[in-house]
C-alpha cells in the first residue's frame, strides 16, 4: 500500500458526460500528479500541482482540468468524454515536487470506461 | 525530446533462470531513473531510484544498474512471483516533477 488512495475505482459513463476523479496523497506529501495509461500510449503524464499551485503541464486536453485543495486533495475533472478517453488514471504523490531525489509514489488508480 | 525505450517487450523465463531488461534513455538532463514495477490492474509500485552513472541499486532478486545512456533491471533466479510489468522512467531536471515512462517490460516467470 503506497498510501495514496484514489476514488472511485471504476467508473462506467456515457459519451458527452463529464466526471470527477479523486486522489488523496500520501501524508505530508505536497505535490500531486496526474497520469493517463492507455494499453496503445502507456503512462502519459497529465499534471502536477504542488501545495495547490500548478507546477507542471503534459498534453492534457482542454477537456480535462484540475485542482489541488488546501488539505492537498486533488480531483481531476473529465468532460464532453469521448470513447478515446477511456483508460486507467493513476494519481501520484511525492514530498516536495522537485523531482530527482522526490519519489513519486502512485496509487491504485480510477479505471474509466466511456461507452 | 525525452525519449525512453524499453526492451524486449516482453520476456518469457523459466523460473530460476536470470535475465536482464533493458531501458536507454535520451533526456537533455537526467536528474533520476526510476524503476516500477506494475502488477495488471494496479498502480505502479516503486522500486529504485539511480542518479549517476555507475551506480547500482539491490533488492531481492533484483539489481538496477545505470550508465549514461541505459538501465538494466537484472532478474536473479526469478520465481512466478516476480511476473509483472517492469517500468522505467527518467526525470528530466527542465521539465518539473514530469516522470517520461517507457512503454514497459512484460515479464512472466513459469515455474
Known amino acids: 500500500d503506497s498510501g495514496v488512495t484514489q476514488t472511485p475505482k471504476h467508473l462506467i459513463t456515457a459519451t458527452g458526460q463529464r466526471v470527477t476523479l479523486r486522489c488523496s496523497p500520501r501524508s505530508g506529501d505536497l505535490s500531486v500528479y496526474w497520469y493517463q495509461q492507455s494499453l496503445d500510449q502507456g503512462l502519459q503524464f497529465l499534471i502536477q500541482?504542488?501545495?495547490?499551485?500548478?507546477?507542471a503541464k503534459g498534453n492534457i486536453l482542454e477537456r480535462f482540468s484540475a485542482q489541488q485543495f488546501p488539505d492537498l486533495h486533488s480531483e481531476l475533472n473529465l468532460s464532453s468524454l469521448e470513447l478515446g478517453d477511456s483508460a486507467l488514471y493513476f494519481c501520484?504523490?511525492?514530498?516536495?515536487?522537485?523531482?530527482?531525489?522526490?519519489?513519486?509514489?502512485f496509487g491504485p488508480g480510477t479505471r474509466l470506461t466511456v461507452l | 525530446e525525452d525519449q525512453v525505450t524499453q526492451s524486449p517487450e516482453a520476456l518469457r523465463l523459466q523460473e530460476g533462470e536470470s535475465s536482464s531488461l533493458n531501458c536507454s534513455y535520451t533526456v537533455s538532463g537526467l536528474r533520476g531513473l526510476f524503476w516500477y514495477r506494475q502488477d495488471p490492474g494496479k498502480g505502479p509500485e516503486f522500486l529504485f531510484t539511480l542518479y549517476s552513472a555507475g551506480e547500482e541499486k539491490e533488492k531481492e532478486r533484483l539489481k538496477a544498474t545505470l550508465t549514461k545512456k541505459e538501465s538494466f533491471l537484472h532478474i536473479t533466479a526469478p520465481k512466478p512471483e516476480d511476473s509483472a510489468t517492469y517500468l522505467c522512467a527518467v526525470h528530466d531536471y527542465n521539465q518539473g516533477g514530469k516522470l517520461i515512462f517507457g512503454q514497459g517490460t512484460e515479464l512472466s516467470v513459469k515455474p
Open positions: 500541482y504542488y501545495n495547490g499551485e500548478e507546477r
Open positions: 501520484a504523490s511525492s514530498a516536495r515536487g522537485s523531482g530527482g531525489k522526490d519519489t513519486q509514489y
